[in-house]
């Protein structure tokens, strides 16, 4: 039973190691993530970027 104990303990630090590197190796790409929004944003709402058609005013 001690065994069977110490691989389930083994196991669940296992996982909580994969999950705290997953949560490090990705966490530094969603600043770029948001980076690339905001400037997708700025260039869709921005008057500098802004095509003037026949139908504008």
């Known amino acids: 039973m001690a065994v069977l104990d ?3 303990v083994m ?3 296992a996982a909580v190691v994969a ?3 997953y949560r490090i190796l990705f966490s ?6 948001t980076r690339y929004e ?9 008057d500098k970027y802004k095509v003037k ?3 504008e005013e």
């Open 38 to 46: 905001r400037e997708m944003e700025e260039i869709l709402t921005s």
């Open 11 to 13: 196991w669940i630090v």
């Open 53 to 55: 058609g026949r139908f």
């Open 28 to 33: 530094a790409k969603e600043p770029s993530l």
């Open 19 to 21: 999950f705290i590197i």
């Open 6 to 8: 110490q691989k389930v």
